[in-house]
């Protein structure tokens, strides 16, 4: 499972949590506080 991080707004979550979104440069899976993909990262795996 892909663990990601907003940019923006520091929200860590999995893919599970983003939320559908719709704007200007079309449809998409984003952060669910700033209802976007623009600023999203994808997080390296911890390794223990």
């Known amino acids: 499972m892909d663990?990601?991080?907003c940019c923006n707004?520091?929200?860590k979550g999995?893919?599970?949590n983003l939320i559908a979104f719709e704007d200007e440069r079309g449809a998409g899976w984003g952060c669910p506080n700033c209802k976007?993909?623009?600023y999203?990262?994808?997080l390296e795996p911890e390794v223990e």
């Open 14 to 16: 999995t893919d599970e």
């Open 9 to 11: 707004c520091e929200f």
């Open 3 to 5: 663990t990601v991080k």
């Open 40 to 42: 999203l990262m994808d």
């Open 36 to 38: 976007t993909d623009e």
